[in-house]
């Protein structure tokens, strides 16, 4: 499909608003005019959403779009960028996420993040697991630790296949199994939030049909948001679809809605194959 | 002289056996290159390396058994008295007559069948100079044209070519490969001559070490004894120390650097500390005994302790120093291997940044930072400059950094320098001792060449 379609992405046409419906109720995490600027470059501008419980939001959008860029935004990873500047308003549960006095530490342990790549740490799959519960002090003893470690990977849908080796590196694992150990590792915090960057990018058919799988699974408790290129992972897993292009936020609708019956051109362009 | 004049000659015979072939070949294509197998300029190349490579090889072969059948041809004509002669006296003899020929000893002073015979060295050797000059030009002649002859528009010139390239750049890398074997070869062998003298386990396991062995029978306090655990413990007790400097700060400027410091600030420590790299290390050498020593010594006298002012710390201090910048390079490269991703992964997690750095940058660096670590300790027991000047001789058992000591490279440097006879168990001593720290840092650096091999798979 991409292999026909037309490289060049089609500017956005001035004084652009998002169409569609942008909030939900009782959002868990709300954006308002959120712009990112990578030095004097603006990646984002202007972007309103909102994010609700027990569902899937999934991103699209071509390369480049803005996509990573937002979800970055959620738990602050952008400052670990040099010159990238957040602006605008974003509140998880009423609590500015950009507040001065906000604690970053805190922050990411409400909000979890799964990478491209699997990114497991040079420990063993047990030490990856407990990384997290560790730092933030969540086990009075080792016991605790040890249900936390097992309840986690359970729940990533990983315990069957190491449960005998949970003393052997995690980087020796494949690599779809490396990526649901990350997502064990990010669960293990027990976070309200799991944003997801393209976790299944790196991933064979049958694993990211795995992931796909889990992500379902953990809907029932935590707000997902994944940023995706493929449009048949995101009709598959999400509930809400919202199409970025070019730094603008486009399109917002129930993912059903948005792939049958696009409302605004570019989408329609975009997910029909014309262009990305 | 007559063989720089005969290189000039090949040379300019090369030169022209490079158009001849090239001229040839296009002549014989009927002056167009389209209808030759390679570029002309390969079918050039050919013909000069086929007039060059046969007659430098004639050149250095002969030059090599050139002065052995001299010699043989000289002692043959000599009066039979003087061929009666053996050993080292004939080896003198021998040299007298080199000197004359030389002109090192005008020949009014020497002996009348020395002089003879050095009139008939010479008179040899410019038969010798000329048929060489006459072989090598006829051997260059005959490649140029063999080659000439051969050459065709179909013969494949360049693929020639290439083949005696590569096969010059093999001769050249088995050159060093040779040159390193033959280094390790004569240091065993002199070890051996040594070992028949001082017994392995004596040298190895002796606590006394003092290598004065008498020359004459009657000289005193020349009782020779040939044990290295003193040099062996004042070069664990340098490199001790120096490591201590030099582990700590080197990596602790490395994560500065790597991971803390802005572009700005890295732009100016980085060539600094690269600076500390190339100062020559007899200028810690001396920085080290006439600076540190003394201000240690001044320290400890304020204190009420005895310090030598050539001390173990002292030596070790400023190796450290030197160390520095080795380590901090190698552990700042390492650090900054390690994928931007799994930082990531660590500050999603909530981690802070010393966190961050200690749980899981530093774990990640790990062993290539262990292997740097160990190529520095290697480094630090072959370091000879600094603990020459700085470290003494005395080779004392003695745990007190404050105190002199010695070490395996001083002690090689005083066995050698200076008027030696080549035979004596004391000379013979610095080949056992160079032999034990070639192997020490040869392990060391083995291991440590597979440690970073190992990590730096992991993550490419």
Redesign the interface.
């Known amino acids: 499909m991409t292999d026909i379609a037309n490289s060049t992405v089609p500017p956005v046409p001035p004084e652009c608003k998002t169409t569609g419906v942008v909030t939900v109720p009782q959002p868990l995490i709300t954006a308002r005019g959120v712009n990112v600027f990578y030095g004097d470059k603006r990646a984002l501008k202007d972007v309103s959403i909102d994010i609700a419980n027990n569902q899937v939001l999934a991103m699209i959008g071509p390369s480049g779009c803005g996509k990573s860029t937002f979800l970055r935004c959620f ?1 602050r ?1 952008n400052d ?1 960028i ?1 010159g990238a500047r957040v602006t605008g308003s974003l509140q998880l549960e009423g609590q500015d996420i950009y507040e001065k006095r906000q604690d ?6 409400r909000i ?2 799964v ?1 491209q ?1 699997p ?5 063993s799959i047990y030490d990856n697991v407990a ?2 519960p560790r ?2 002090g969540l086990a009075a003893d080792r016991i605790e630790l040890d249900e936390i470690v097992q309840t986690s990977l359970k729940r990533a849908g990983l315990w069957e296949e190491v449960k005998d080796r949970l003393a052997a590196p995690g ?1 020796s694992l494949s690599g779809g199994q490396q990526q649901r150990l ?1 997502i064990a ?2 669960i293990a ?1 027990n976070p309200e939030v799991i944003l997801m960057d393209e976790p299944c990018s790196a991933l064979d058919p049958i694993a990211t049909a795995r992931i796909e799988d889990l992500i379902d699974e953990l809907r029932a408790s935590y707000a997902i948001i994944i940023v995706t290129h493929s449009m048949q992972q995101a009709a598959r897993v999400s509930q809400r679809t919202a199409y970025f292009h070019l730094g603008d936020l486009i399109e917002v609708g129930e993912t059903d809605r948005i792939f049958t019956n696009p409302r605004h051109k570019l989408t329609e362009d975009y997910i029909t194959g014309r262009f990305g | 002289m007559t063989h720089s004049v005969l290189l000039v000659a090949l040379a300019v015979l090369v030169v022209i056996a490079f158009w001849v072939g090239k001229s040839r070949a296009l002549s014989l294509a009927g002056g167009s290159s389209r209808n030759l197998h390679s570029l002309p300029g390969y079918y050039g190349l050919l013909t000069a390396l086929w007039c060059a490579i046969p007659a430098l090889i004639v050149m250095s072969v002969w030059s090599l058994g050139q002065d052995a059948i001299l010699t043989h041809l000289v002692t043959t004509s000599m009066p039979t008295t003087l061929q009666l002669a053996q050993g080292s006296s004939h080896d003198l003899l021998l040299n007298e007559i080199r000197n004359v020929v030389a002109g090192n000893v005008p020949a009014e002073l020497a002996r009348p069948e020395v002089v003879t015979a050095a009139r008939e060295y010479s008179r040899l050797r410019g038969i010798a100079d000329l048929s060489l000059a006459a072989l090598v030009l006829v051997v260059a002649l005959f490649g140029l044209f063999v080659v000439r002859a051969r050459l065709a528009p179909t013969l494949r010139a360049r693929n020639a070519v290439e083949r005696i390239v590569e096969l010059l750049l093999l001769a050249c890398s088995t050159i060093a490969v040779f040159v390193t074997l033959g280094i390790v070869l004569s240091v065993v062998y002199e070890s051996l001559r040594f070992f028949h003298a001082v017994p392995v386990h004596e040298f190895l396991f002796g606590l006394d070490w003092s290598p004065q062995t008498a020359i004459r029978a009657d000289q005193v306090g020349s009782s020779g004894a040939f044990g290295a655990v003193p040099l062996f413990l004042g070069t664990l007790m340098i490199s001790g120390i120096a490591m201590l400097v030099a582990v700590p700060v080197g990596l602790f400027s490395a994560i500065y650097l790597a991971e803390y410091a802005d ?1 700005r600030l890295r732009s100016v420590i980085k060539p600094v500390l690269e600076v500390l790299a190339g100062i020559p290390t007899v200028v810690y050498g001396f920085f080290a005994a006439l600076t540190v020593g003394p201000l240690l010594r001044g320290i400890g006298e304020s204190v009420g302790l005895d310090v030598s002012s050539e001390s173990a710390l002292s030596a070790g201090l400023v190796m450290g120093i030197m160390i520095i910048p080795f380590i901090s390079s190698l552990a700042d490269d390492m650090i900054s291997a390690v ?1 931007q ?12 940044r010393s ?1 961050t750095i200690r ?2 940058v530093l ?2 660096a790990l062993p290539g930072i262990v292997g740097g670590v160990l190529l520095a300790i290697s480094r630090a027991i072959g370091e000879t400059m600094i603990v020459v000047m700085a470290a003494g001789l005395s080779a004392k058992m003695t745990a007190n950094p404050l105190e002199a000591v010695t070490t395996v490279t001083v002690q090689i440097v005083t066995l050698l320098t200076g008027d030696q006879e080549f035979d004596s168990p004391k000379t013979l001593a610095a080949f056992a001792l160079g032999l034990v720290l070639f192997v020490v840092t040869l392990v060391l650096n083995v291991i440590a060449l597979k440690v970073v091999r190992k990590y730096r798979e ?1 993550y490419e």
């Open positions: 738990n990873m670990t040099d970053v530490v805190q922050l990411r342990a979890g993040m990478f790549k990114n497991p740490f040079p420990k990384y997290g730092i933030h980087t990350c590792r990010t915090v | 572009r994928p991703s799994l930082r990531d992964g660590a500050y999603a997690l909530g981690a802070t966190e749980q899981v774990l990640a992991q």
